[in-house]
Nanobody, 117 residues
Framework: QVQLVESGGGLVQPGGSLRLSCAAS????????MGWYRQAPGKQRELVAT???????NYPDSVKGRFTISRDNAKTTVYLQMNSLTPEDTAVYYCNSVYLAVLNQGWGQGTQVTVSS
């Protein structure tokens, strides 16, 4: 069964931090690169971070140096540490395997992140 449950979102002031968690079913987590994605109102979903099974990470320039993705293979959980948040980071954040994301399948409910003073 494919299941993804994101948590940890909320309201934070500019410059603040949040840590998102994503509990994934073993079928989707094991042996797959995982990623965090976000979708702001009126915009397409975009890639935020990826991590391979070996722990290699990749980020777009918009979040590089501020966001850190990590994974706990024993817990089949992916994390996203977000620092120095700006209002432009406001979005619903989703995690997924990179493979399913390309197919646009398997999305969970996401977690809302709002950056506002």
């Amino acid at each position: 069964q494919v299941q993804l449950v994101e948590s940890g979102g909320g309201l934070v002031q500019p410059g603040g931090s949040l840590r998102l968690s994503c509990a994934a079913s073993r079928s989707i987590f094991s042996n797959n690169a995982m990623g965090w994605y976000r979708q702001a109102p009126g915009k397409q979903r975009e890639l935020v971070a990826t991590i391979t099974t070996e722990g290699n990470t990749n980020y777009p320039d918009s979040v590089k140096g501020r966001f850190t993705i990590s994974r706990d293979n024993a817990k089949t959980t992916v994390y996203l540490q977000m620092n120095s948040l700006t209002p432009e980071d406001t979005a619903v954040y989703y995690c997924n395997s990179v493979y399913l994301a390309v197919l646009n399948q398997g999305w969970g409910q996401g977690t809302q992140v709002t950056v506002s003073s």
